[in-house]
């Protein structure tokens, strides 16, 4: 994916394309946190923005049981036209997910590069949906090197009545179309380490659907408009939507007998690596209760016990353990938060093994130990004969310990002379500016390297005018 934008908060413009690990820093209030939010909103809100007008299929497939759209015609064609405006709606609702004023993000625009590329055409597709007495409402058949989607459904008195039939089909349908581009997204926001304290908001939250819920039953499904619907998960909130779903992820934590997720199952030694990271593991007993196991002891602290590191890396254990997989994107503000050093270090190792098992990651940092082990990583990706026998003295790094530099940029966010579009002559604006990336020296963070020497000089200055 592909974004420029304007005016969005202190950043007056920005480009930015996201690699399989992207990285943003600079110094405090530069914009970072915009652009995280920003990113966040955007692939989580897309597929449920675009309107494409399926009213006819569906009456046709609640009138004949059948009905087929060909999604090349109805969708690829117009794929571009159909981007601005869910573009144009997204702009509308960006200030309701942020919990902001709209004047604040007046003058903001955007331009989106979401491509639906061409794996979705190749592939067979089938999927359906059941009703909670397990009887078939609807089934979703695409034959390979076909456009063709054929939705088929059971004359039955229950498919009148389902009021998420029209959402299900459509969220399938988004899926199928755009698997390549838009990931499943989870993030760890800054706030956290306190998010159990905005239980009350979540609460509210679940009040204000079920009330939602209580008017269709009583009003019928026509009356929840998609307006509504978005109102009642979006809108009148007092926190960002980053930090509401964290908070509703950590009041819905999964308790020991849940399932694990598939990259868990896949390479269980991501999460030992982790939990080496936070010193301990975590259970969630079937009463809701959550408590940590400090590594090599038999007690359990709970949450109010624990250091600010323990509850700040909570929710990424429990995403990796029974949700991540192959393919969807972590989402880290500042993952130093309460971090020791070497547990920097550690962490940018791991981050480094999840992009190489097939997670994307994005996140803003201001440490220089992270982008410093990055650098590491890169250089222990070169093809040289001498670098086995110098992995073999690094006995904390393994072999899954590099980074491809083809797969890693970085944003620094800074005041920089930029000639934007409309405009004739370079001009110093608030911006972001891609580092460069040397496959034998690693990331050029001018931001770190700039305080670094200035601390360098005063410390020289002083050694000398003692001595």
Not at 218 to 241: C, N, V
Request: hydrophobic content about 40%.
């Amino acid at each position: 994916m592909k974004l420029i934008f304007e005016n969005l908060g202190p950043l007056e413009y920005g480009k930015i394309e996201l690699a399989d690990l992207t990285i943003i820093c600079g110094e405090n209030n530069t914009g970072k946190t915009y652009v995280t939010y920003l990113i966040y909103c955007l692939l989580t809100s897309w597929k449920h923005l675009i309107d494409i007008n399926l009213k006819k299929e569906f009456h046709e497939l609640k009138v004949n049981g059948v009905t087929r759209i060909d999604l090349q015609k109805k969708i690829a064609d117009s794929w571009d036209k159909i981007c601005e405006d869910t573009v144009t709606k997204f702009i509308k609702h960006f200030p309701e997910m942020l919990a902001s004023k709209s004047e604040l993000l007046a003058k903001l625009s955007i331009k989106v590069d979401i491509p639906l590329g061409v794996l979705w055409k190749q592939r067979e597709y089938k999927n359906e949906l059941r009703s909670a007495k397990g009887n078939l409402l609807v089934t979703m058949t695409k034959l390979a090197h076909s456009s063709e989607l054929e939705l088929a459904a059971p004359q039955s008195s229950e498919l009148q009545s389902i009021i998420s039939l029209e959402n299900f089909i459509e969220e399938r349908l988004f899926g199928l179309l755009l698997e390549e581009t838009i990931p499943t997204v989870f993030i760890a926001s800054t706030e956290r380490t306190g998010a159990t304290t905005f239980k009350k908001q979540l609460n509210l939250a679940i009040s204000n659907l079920v009330d939602l819920l209580g008017q269709a039953h009583k009003d019928g499904a026509d009356s929840i408009t998609p307006q509504k619907l978005f109102d009642t998960i979006y809108g009148r909130p007092e926190y960002a939507l980053p930090v509401r779903h964290n908070v509703q992820f950590i009041n819905q934590l999964p308790n020991s007998s849940a399932e694990d997720g598939e990259i868990y199952r896949s390479f269980p030694d991501l999460l030992k690596r982790f939990e080496t990271i936070v010193g301990g593991t975590y259970v969630t007993n079937k009463e809701g209760i959550t408590y940590f196991q400090p590594k090599g002891s038999n007690l359990k602290l709970g949450l109010g016990e624990v250091s600010s590191s323990v509850r700040s890396l909570l929710i990424v254990w429990y995403w990796l353990k029974h949700f991540a997989k192959k393919g969807d994107m972590l989402m880290l503000d500042e993952p130093e938060l309460n971090l020791h050093p070497a547990n920097q270090r550690r962490l940018a190792r791991f981050i480094a093994a999840l992009v190489n098992h097939g997670i994307k990651i994005f996140l803003t940092t201001h440490s220089d130990y992270i982008v410093k082990e990055f650098n590491t990583l890169i250089m222990l990706n070169q093809e040289s004969p001498k670098l086995q026998s110098i992995r073999e003295k690094l006995a904390d790094y393994l072999l899954e310990d590099k980074l491809d530099p083809k797969c890693v940029s970085l944003y620094m966010a800074r005041d920089a002379s930029i000639l934007r579009p409309g405009y004739r002559r370079k001009s110093k604006a608030k911006t972001l500016i891609k580092a460069e990336i040397n496959t034998t020296l690693g990331i050029e963070a001018m931001s770190f390297d700039e305080t670094i020497d200035d601390m360098n000089a005063i410390q020289e200055a002083i050694y000398y005018g003692l001595n």
